[in-house]
């Protein structure tokens, strides 16, 4: 079973960038969809961003194509999300997940994620 922490979590203001960070351990990296799932306050889940085992195939959610970008290095066995042009509506807890599956990274589905960090909240200020 894999292991996740995430960092790089914070307060911006809108329109400002952050980067998250999720470092994994305990089982072999490159063997996994990783994903970027978001939970806001009243909300349904939301799967912001998944990559395919070999980074080459990302996917987005509609609410952050063009402001978000996952990219993962296996030799660093860690996963990014580079957020750009932030929203007030973006503060929530951002939790890196993993899972092995088949199916094609963008049909992924954030109940396919078996595994989970403790999340990394993000704030941003309007």
Do not use: H
Not at 52 to 79: E, L, M
């Amino acid at each position: 079973q894999v292991q996740l922490v995430e960092s790089g979590g914070g307060l911006v203001q809108a329109g400002g960038s952050l980067r998250l960070s999720c470092a994994a351990s305990g089982g072999t990296f490159s063997d996994y969809v990783m994903g970027w799932i978001r939970q806001a306050p009243g909300k349904e889940r939301e799967l912001v961003a998944a990559i395919s085992r070999t980074g080459v195939t990302p996917s987005y959610a509609d609410s952050v194509k063009g402001r978000f970008k996952i990219s993962r290095d296996n030799a660093k066995n860690t996963v990014y999300l580079e957020m750009t042009s932030l929203k007030p509506e973006d503060t929530t807890v951002y939790y890196c997940a993993a899972t092995i599956t088949t199916s094609v990274v963008t049909t992924v589905t954030e109940n396919q994620f078996r595994s989970w960090g403790k999340g990394t909240q993000v704030t941003v200020s309007s």
